[in-house]
């Protein structure tokens, strides 16, 4: 008898049969659960590494804008310091160049001046002489 005891009915054996059939597709979908969880935490991890990508190179671009515009500025400093030296040179040579005008008027005014002066005599002369 002990044999038969250890012997399942058909219906013992079908019910044992059904809660393994359960079991494993519980384990099946914890397996399915789990390879999905791991997809997302690698695709996680994948747009991690792609945002860390894209801030380095944000980054990089930053310190390079920030040269170029250091570069800008230094440079426009330049052009209004030479474009200050020009119009002080502009300036300079304007105020040369009424001082020319001043000198070349008096010059003119002078000679001006002196014409009149050997006209007059040369009429007083000419006024003195019969016939005229």
């Known amino acids: 008898m002990p044999a038969e005891k250890e012997q399942k009915s058909t ?18 979908r914890g397996r399915v659960a789990a390879e999905a969880a791991a997809h997302a935490a690698q695709e996680a991890a994948d747009a991690a590494t792609d945002a860390a990508a894209a801030a380095a190179a944000t980054a990089q671009a930053s310190r390079e804008a920030l040269a170029s515009a250091s570069l800008a500025e230094e440079s426009a400093a330049k052009s209004a310091r030479a474009a200050r030296a ?18 070349a008027e008096v010059s003119e005014a002078a000679a001006h001046q002196r014409y009149r002066d050997a006209y007059d005599r040369a009429a007083a002369k000419d006024r003195g002489r019969p016939g005229f």
Do not use: K, Q
């Open 86 to 103: 020009t119009v002080l040179s502009s300036h300079a040579d304007v105020a040369e160049s009424e001082t020319d005008v001043a000198t």
């Open 11 to 28: 219906a013992e054996a079908l019910d044992e049969w059904r809660e393994a059939e359960r079991v494993v597709a519980v384990a099946r």
